[in-house]
């Protein structure tokens, strides 16, 4: 069992619908099993605004829902048939003829669920399955006591869950609580805990301080009938996506990672990327920042506060005829204007260590001054030079960023993100990189214009030239190397790719 826990709802969504749809550009037919209820709305939101924006086609999606109501009318607002068309269905390209979900009513429950069950085989099963979970620990309609072998069954409702579900009957909000049971249906048909155990895939997902003891049952306890979701724990595929009230009562800390498995490569276009942080981007020299992750900064600054920790100077990048003060200030004048492009603001740390030759003291300085400005800032996410950069003030700037990192944790405990990021001058090996951020000409303008206002330095070496054509490169050769499933089918990411590696502290 894989264990995400993010900060809220809208952070489950975002996290599951890259799940999926990372599922569905691998394989373009995928077989999708869905869930109804509050939990996946979000989910479905992001998934259709995908499909606007054309970065996901479901021509060919086999879909297979979990469960339907029992005796009640498909055409009813409440039924699982109209959930699905009005929050999905209608407002994606699936074809009609490919959604499945269980009937309402037939002449006979057995030979329903067996028809179900059938199709699900010759579909050549479930890729991956979506579920929520119930406040008693039930999946679909598999309620406590249901067994762990069963199949798509007529399943009578647990008292909880008929409570809990009587809120979606909207007819009967204003009338009493023992009415509006009574009027629910009693039973519904449900995939069994065998058919869901069998999808290639399982992602679980959870939002709220109501479901924060079945999860915890589910994914700490005792594997129980008692606990229908803790089945899962023998999955070998299974991810769970929780906000900080579902994960409530967990024991062990869930060091939230950042990637699904070890060795995926995520891509992020503009919508995927994190919303309401505050970031910190240590720029080693005044245009580190620009040449390295331009396009990103512009992405991230729309909805993020994005501060550019300027670490040095840089006045030693020859400005003929100037003195060291003069050059000094039209660094940091360029740097200034381009963080008016890149929507930043620029901190100039000035740091110590680049003119020091024995400098542990000094180095602790400067760690000091970094550390006042986390204190200010207060940061979600670091971007750092990556591991491997070797230019003397690249590494440094990282060592006094990770030191500092380590002691805001000390006193104020917490997670960051830390994002590696490639520059022309120290370019990431097929494998170092976990993420890929993609984008289109208006941000490569963007980060272009933000370079070329780095005139001391373009002048000298053409790193704008450097950046841009970096960003194509890894645009034209990073899919058919590194990520799987890239056919003719490829949605529209954008033509532009700077690369990170994502991890988290
Ligand atoms: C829905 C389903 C149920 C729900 C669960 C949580 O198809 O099978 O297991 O996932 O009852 O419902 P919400 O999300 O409304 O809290």
């Known amino acids: ?57 479901f021509s060919d999606v086999k879909t297979f829902n979990l469960d339907e109501y029992w005796g009640i009318s498909e055409k009813a607002k409440e039924s699982y048939h109209y959930f699905m068309k009005s929050n999905l269905f209608s407002q994606i390209n699936i074809k009609r003829e490919n959604t499945n979900i269980p009937p309402s009513k037939s002449e006979s429950a057995e030979i329903a669920g067996e028809n179900f069950e059938r199709d699900i085989k010759q579909s050549g099963g479930i890729d991956l399955q979506v579920l929520g979970i119930g406040s008693n620990g039930h999946i679909g309609f598999c309620e406590p006591g249901t067994s762990f072998d069963s199949r798509t069954h007529l399943a009578k409702l647990s008292e909880e869950t008929r409570v809990a579900n009587s809120k979606y009957f909207s007819s009967f909000n204003k009338i009493g609580f023992e009415k509006k049971t009574s009027q629910m249906p009693t039973h519904a048909i449900t995939m069994g805990l065998g058919t869901i155990m069998e999808a290639k895939k399982i992602l679980l997902l959870a939002s709220g301080k109501n ?123 360029e740097a200034k204007d381009e963080s008016k492009v890149l929507g930043t603001k620029a901190i100039f740390l000035r740091s110590e260590f680049y003119d020091a030759k024995n400098f542990e003291d000094i180095v602790k300085n400067d760690i000091k001054k970094l550390l006042n400005n986390f204190e200010k800032i207060k940061p979600d996410i670091i971007f750092l030079p990556n591991k491997k950069d070797s230019h003397p003030t690249h590494k440094i700037s990282r060592d006094v960023a990770l030191s500092c990192v380590e002691k805001y944790k000390k006193i104020h405990g917490g997670v960051f993100e830390i994002w590696e990021f490639e520059g022309p001058w120290s370019m990431f090996g097929e494998r170092d990189f976990n993420t890929i951020v993609a984008y289109g000409d208006d941000i490569l303008k963007n980060k272009m214009r933000a370079i070329s206002l780095q005139k001391s330095q373009i002048e000298r070496t053409r790193f704008d030239i450097a950046a841009k054509s970096l960003s194509q490169l890894r645009a034209s050769v990073v899919p058919e190397q590194a990520m799987v499933g890239y056919g003719a089918k490829s949605p529209n990411f954008g033509k532009y790719f700077e690369l990170f590696r994502i991890s988290s502290v």
């Open 211 to 333: 479901k924060a003891k079945a999860v915890a049952e589910a994914i700490e306890g005792p594997v129980s009938t008692r606990v229908p979701a803790s089945i899962l724990q023998w999955h070998s595929d299974a991810t769970i996506i929780l906000d900080e009230e579902a994960a409530f009562y967990l024991k062990s800390n869930y060091k939230s990672p950042l990637l699904f498995a070890e060795g995926d490569i995520e891509l992020l276009t503009k919508n995927d990327l994190p919303r309401k942080k505050s970031i910190v981007v240590i720029s080693p020299h005044p245009d580190d920042a620009s040449i390295s992750l331009g396009g990103t900064i512009s992405m991230l600054s729309k909805n993020n506060k994005v501060f550019v920790a300027v670490m040095t100077t840089g006045y030693r990048s020859v400005v003929s005829g100037k003195s060291i003060h003069e050059i000094i200030k039209i660094r940091e004048n």
């Open 1 to 57: 069992m894989r264990v995400i826990v993010v900060k809220n709802y809208e952070e489950v969504s975002a996290k599951a619908s890259r799940f999926v749809l990372s599922e569905l550009w691998r394989k373009p037919n995928l077989v999708l099993g869905l869930a109804t209820g509050a939990t996946p709305i979000g989910l479905y939101k992001n998934l259709i605004k995908a499909y606007k924006e054309k970065r996901a086609d």
